[in-house]
């Protein structure tokens, strides 16, 4: 129940525009009931209420409510807020927390096989990165013999056939994160003094394919995933730090379900050429191939 009344503090003096309500099991009393209880039991409980629940900032913030207390020309405010200064705890800002998803592993992703042609015609029905990734995954382990391969290794074999087929154009996005050495060979870019983030291997739309892409065909059961830990990089000349680095990469390979699905797949190789190449990235990001 709201109690109205005024709080009457220790000196005499009252805080207006403060409602209590008051309880007991859960039934609402009165201010009134709560006073007969209390003289009765002879009981004078000390009730500590943090009013900073219930103030807006400006006047649970030092400086804010000094401020406040100029303007107002009020001495009570000018000494609670010096108060505050110096025995009040600091007022931290509150911060927008990022929610970021935990990767999942490959290793660890909940796999529901579908049939091979209703993965092809979902992969084919569909422009999505990833399902262009899916296809390229699929096209280069059918042409590996059985091996496993990892992401980067697919990527470097699969922009390489992309680039002697002469089925895509230089401006193909899938050349985006590497470069062509003297002899016409792509290799993977990182980063490093003269490459920024943006342009090396890991933020490439070949990447972001191939990393998608597994993840889809692992849920389909078209791929087996192995997790592999390594120190260091596939790059040469390392320093101390980078040769201690620990990396965590998958290889994978076609799972019978995955075998099945590219031979019955006849133009996979043409798909992928066609996909990659109706993907045409900006004059900018041309200048490192």
Known sequence: ??????????????????????????????????????????????????????????????????????????????????????????????????????????????????????????????????????????????????????????????VNRLAFSGEVGADSACFRGFRSDSEGNYKAVVQGQDVSREDCYHASPMYTALREGSQTLRQWGLINAEEIVTFGSEEKNLDTNSQQLRRTVYKISLSPRGIEMVNKWGDLSQYVSYRWSQRVRSKSKMMLA
Not at 20 to 40: N, Q, R
Not at 48 to 64: F, G, H, M, T
């Open 1 to 158: 129940m709201h109690s109205p009344e005024l709080l009457t503090t220790l000196d005499g003096s009252s805080i207006p525009d403060m409602n209590f309500e008051f309880t007991l099991h859960g039934v609402d009393i009165s201010k009134s009931e709560l006073g007969v209880m209390l003289e009765t039991t002879g009981v004078k409980p000390v009730i500590k209420i943090e009013v900073e629940r219930y103030l807006p900032n400006k006047l649970i913030d030092a400086s804010k409510l000094f401020a406040l207390s100029i303007e107002k020309q009020s001495p009570e405010l000018a000494a609670l807020a010096a108060k505050l200064a110096i025995k009040g705890k600091t007022l931290k800002k509150t911060k927008v927390a990022r929610l970021h998803k935990k990767a999942m592993r490959l290793t660890d992703l909940e796999t529901t096989p579908i049939n091979v042609e209703e993965a092809i015609e979902k992969i084919t029905t569909s422009e999505a990165l990833r399902h262009i990734g899916a296809a390229t995954i699929l096209s280069t382990l059918q042409k590996s013999g059985g091996e496993k391969m990892t992401l980067r290794q697919i990527a470097t074999r699969a």
